[in-house]
C-alpha cells in the first residue's frame, strides 16, 4: 500500500533552489531577467510554476523546462523557469520557496532562494526614469 504524504505535500525527495536576476539597476520600463532553478533527486515534474505579483510591475512568466532522467534507479533532472519583471518604480524581489517530503530526512522540508545581498534584504532593483525633452535647447 502507498500512503499519502503528510500536510498534502506533493513533492518528494531532496531538491536545491536558486534564482538570479541578469541585472538590478535598469531603466524605466525594461526588463530584469529572472531565473528559478532547482535541481534534485525525486519527483521534479511535479513542480508547480512560480508565480510572482509586485505592484508597479508587469509579469511575463514563462512556463518551466524541465529535463528529467532515471539513472541507476534514481529519477533526478532540473527545472528551471524564466520571468521578465518590467517596473516602472523600485521593486523588491521576494524569495521563492518549494516544500518536499525529504526522503533522507524523512520530514517536510522548505528550501527559499538565496539571493539575499545581505542579511535579512533581498534583491532589490532601481528603475531611473528618462527625461524626455520636447522643443530645441
Known amino acids: 500500500k502507498v500512503e ?4 498534502n505535500i506533493e513533492l518528494y525527495g531532496n531538491f536545491n533552489i536558486s534564482a538570479s536576476v541578469d541585472n538590478i539597476t535598469v531603466k524605466q520600463n525594461k526588463p ?3 531565473t528559478i532553478h532547482i535541481d ?10 512560480f508565480n510572482i505579483d509586485l505592484d508597479n510591475a ?5 512556463k518551466p523546462k524541465v529535463n528529467s532522467q532515471l539513472i541507476n534507479n534514481i529519477y533526478s533532472g532540473d527545472f528551471e523557469q524564466k520571468i ?13 520557496e518549494l516544500t518536499f517530503f ?5 520530514q517536510i522540508k522548505t528550501i527559499k532562494t538565496n539571493y ?3 542579511e535579512n534584504k ?12 520636447d522643443g530645441i535647447c
Do not use: H, M
Open 116 to 118: 539575499r545581498l545581505e
Open 58 to 62: 508587469v509579469i511575463y512568466a514563462n
Open 122 to 133: 533581498y534583491v532589490t532593483a532601481t528603475v531611473t526614469r528618462e527625461e524626455v525633452f
Open 84 to 96: 521578465a519583471i518590467i517596473a516602472n518604480s523600485d521593486l523588491t524581489i521576494p524569495p521563492f
Open 4 to 7: 499519502n504524504l503528510p500536510n
Open 40 to 49: 534534485g533527486a525525486g519527483n521534479i515534474d511535479d513542480i508547480k510554476q
Open 102 to 106: 525529504d526522503n533522507k530526512t524523512q
Open 32 to 34: 530584469i531577467n529572472l
